[in-house]
């Protein structure tokens, strides 16, 4: 039995390639209804599942095997099939998910035990389940990601499968979110977007990464593939270090893409598993703060909390903030900065709790990944202890990355009419009908944001539960700065901490 979930595809799939070397093979996804009705899951991310579900179904029935989707819950489902197929061993990839996924496995682990079914769980992240060595992460996570990718069988024996599985069309009637873009799914498409990539579209990757109006096209949009597994981070990063190993030999001028472009994707691709070694070491992050003070410092959000709804319709009246988060509802899909500002502003200037405007942030991506998600949320809230709390100024996100305001009007067309700088701040000259003034007054919100940092950055418990989370979550590639700077907190805190400055954008 093999059983795939965050990992649609036939390629570099270790269970796969093990499981039918050794017989009769089972090719099971499971469709939970109770996941896809979690506050952090959507239509849009199934509507990506469903297509990948597809093309996987393609690249097994061409090796001999179809896929065999069901849909309940996990536990239940192998029991099933247990009793219809008489399966001996379960395969499958580790799975860092969402706290749900976790207790799942947990079920899935006592099933397994029960029935003296051996489970057999590969890696395909370097991701360390139960570590035990944070300085020693660096290491694994590259000889795992650095390991040859494991071929795709060629042939699969299929195992018979009795009695009415299948699952229909549409097994969870969710309520359709009609997206005007979307992403394709699929292995072919994904390889083509590395492809592209390395073909000249990346080529202006580190200048226009940023602006919403060059991302879309600069950026790889590796994102939902990598998600969903429709491609192995692996493979990705050996295609793009082949390219890079041809263009190294060719005049600096002659290469479609610089290097440093390269460079800058490969690096991101690593730092998924920095992020989510944070949640599969820490799985209740995904619930409470990383540190402890910030933690009893939470205020919890209702979900009518008129702020909160401002923010994710889109109508908070600073006009780049809104473009952004009804651009991402419209396409599934949004730049880092504009992610890191969207969280940054609901956690900052509206002092909203990140597991309310997090859950948002996650139900509209197509390629949310919790183990990325969940730590982002936190740094961009400003609460790890470890990093440099960041702030953006809407008006001057605005101006820098909008300048001529073309993206605002495209996504916020109440202000189609504004010329100028009217349109990153129509407040100033007495507003635009239809348009809401600023949700609050910017500058303020943060000076206000600001002294609830110092506050805590002060106890006197401060530098050593950041010290603590360091050590379990810390980067160790750069040199250490446990704490991280701010002017405020120097002063609040001043015989514990060296914090000059605050980061600000
Ligand atoms: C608040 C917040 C929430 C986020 N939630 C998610 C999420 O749920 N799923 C997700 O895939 N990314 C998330 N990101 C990270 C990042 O914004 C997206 O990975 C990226 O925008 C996806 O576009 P791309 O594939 O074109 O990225 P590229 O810039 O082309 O990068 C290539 C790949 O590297 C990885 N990557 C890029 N940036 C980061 C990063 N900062 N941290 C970790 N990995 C990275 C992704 O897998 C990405 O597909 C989040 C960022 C923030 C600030």
Known sequence: MVWFKR????????P????????????????????????DTSERQWRFVRAALADLDAALRARGVALTVCVGEAVAVLR??????????????????????????????AFCRAERIPWHERLQAGVWRAMTDRD??????????????????????AATVRGEVTAGDDP???????????????RRVAIGLVESFLAGRGRDYRRGMSSPRSSAAVCSRLSPHLATGTVSAREVLRRIAAARRSLE??????????????????????????FTQKLEREPAIEHRSPHALFEAARAPTGPDDPRL?????????????????????????????????????????????????????????????PGIHWPQVHMQSGHTGINVPRMYNPLKQSRDQDPAGDFIRQWVPELAGCAGDAVHAPWVAGGVRGYPPPVCDATAAMRAARARLAAVYGHPDFAAIARAVYERHGSRVRPVRPVPRMREARRAAAAQ???PGVGDG
């Open 16 to 39: 796969l390639t093990e499981a039918a070397a050794a017989g009769p093979v089972v090719a099971l996804y499971v469709v939970e209804p109770a996941y896809w009705r979690l506050p």
């Open 80 to 109: 099933a099939l247990r009793a219809s197929t008489g399966f001996t061993a379960l395969w499958s990839h580790e799975e860092t998910g969402n706290g749900w996924t976790y207790a799942r496995d947990r079920a899935v682990g």
């Open 7 to 14: 990992d649609l595809r036939v390629h570099d799939h270790a």
């Open 172 to 186: 969870l009637g969710l309520t359709a979110e009609p997206l005007v873009e979307s992403q394709p799914a699929g």
């Open 309 to 369: 709804r401002a923010w994710a319709a889109g109508r908070t009246g600073w006009p780049f903030v809104d473009a952004c988060i009804r651009s991402l509802a419209a396409t599934g899909w949004i730049n880092f900065r504009a992610r890191a500002m969207l969280q940054s502003i609901a956690s900052h200037h509206l002092g909203l709790d990140w597991r309310a405007s997090g859950a948002v942030l996650a139900r509209l991506f197509v390629d949310y990944e």
């Open 136 to 157: 020693a992460w660096q290491a694994f996570h590259d000889r795992v990601l650095s390991a040859p990718s494991v071929r795709a069988p060629d042939r699969i024996v």
């Open 249 to 274: 030999a060719a005049p600096p001028d002659a290469r479609p893409v610089p290097l440093t472009a390269i460079d800058a994707l490969v690096a991101r691709i690593h730092w998924r598993d920095h």
């Open 497 to 499: 901490l060296a914090l």
